[in-house]
């Protein structure tokens, strides 16, 4: 259902907030580092640079994204897998996971579990979009409703920095959460661009509207496509040669406690 071409779309955007993220990660020599939902696989290759000497995994559960995330070849080893049924082994210091938990419900128990499985001092670094109240996903679950997908639309099914720091500080780990809103630029396109087409609309189809697009027939889709992008020139109207998307997003690093002397 993930096609990597449409999500490589913004990549550069798309990219940003997991340096932000990696950057505040503070171990120098980790032995074992892994990426959940590590999608096309380009970032968790740039963990090799921060991280020479470590063992670099990537897992995810879409068998395309995998497919291109090995074909890089390289120094990380790709598999599929889900990120609910992850365990850490005991040499795992760094665990990255950059905008995927939001497709998991069950993500809260799972960070939990994670704190407390993962060996003493080790970091657990997530990233989720937290606009799920933006003008974009309201209109979306607005027109999702008239053609019967609203109930694929989730409302919140992420945290804000102060949810996710109280659930990791009460699991035991010493926590840095915070939210940023990027403003993004995005090229607004040939003056006339034809109907159905907008810059947020294109953002859009690499992630949000993957299970409407799937749930309806091309019809549906196409009409369904044109409407939102009608709806969206509204709330993003192009300004010069740029449509302003403001985008906020969700950061946690967790640090799990260190051992106490002696207990070794
Ligand atoms: C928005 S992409 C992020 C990819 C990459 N981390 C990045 O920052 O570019 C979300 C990824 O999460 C993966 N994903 C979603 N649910 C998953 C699950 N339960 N287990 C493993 N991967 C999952 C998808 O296949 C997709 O590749």
């Not at 995998?66 to 049924?85: C, L, N, Q, S, W």
């Not at 053609?147 to 919140?156: D, I, K, S, T």
């Not at 006339?192 to 027939?217: F, I, S, Y």
Request: some cysteine; proline content about 8%.
């Amino acid at each position: 259902m993930w096609d990597p071409a449409v999500y490589r779309r913004y990549g550069a955007e798309r990219a940003r907030p997991f340096f932000d993220l990696v950057a505040r990660v503070g171990t120098g020599s980790p032995r074992a580092v892994v990426d959940l939902g590590c999608g096309p696989g380009e970032l968790t290759l740039s963990l090799a640079e921060r991280w020479p000497g470590a063992r670099l995994t990537g897992i995810d559960s879409s068998p395309d994204m995998i497919a291109k995330a090995v074909a890089h070849g390289g120094p990380v080893e790709f598999r599929a897998g889900d990120v609910r049924d992850w365990r850490p082994g005991r040499d795992v210091d760094v665990v990255v996971t950059n905008a995927t938990l939001q497709w998991v419900p069950e993500h809260r128990e799972l960070l939990v579990r994670w704190v407390r499985e993962l060996a003493p001092g080790s970091w657990l670094a997530m990233q989720v979009p937290g606009n799920f109240g933006a003008p974009s996903h309201v209109l979306l679950r607005a027109v999702g409703e008239r053609y019967g997908v609203g109930g694929l639309l989730r409302e919140a099914p992420v945290d804000d920095p102060a949810g996710y720091a109280a659930l990791l500080t009460a699991a035991g780990a010493t926590v840095d959460a915070w939210e940023t809103t990027y403003l993004h630029l995005l090229p607004a396109g040939p003056e006339g661009e034809g109907e159905g087409e907008h810059p947020v609309l294109r953002w859009m189809e690499g992630t949000a509207l993957r299970p409407v697009k799937a749930a309806l027939d091309e019809n549906a889709w196409q009409s369904f496509r044109a409407e939102l992008a009608r709806e969206l020139s509204g709330a993003y109207p192009a300004t010069g040669a740029h449509v302003a998307f403001p985008f906020r997003r969700v950061f946690v690093v967790a640090r799990t406690a260190e051992e106490e002397e002696g207990t070794g």
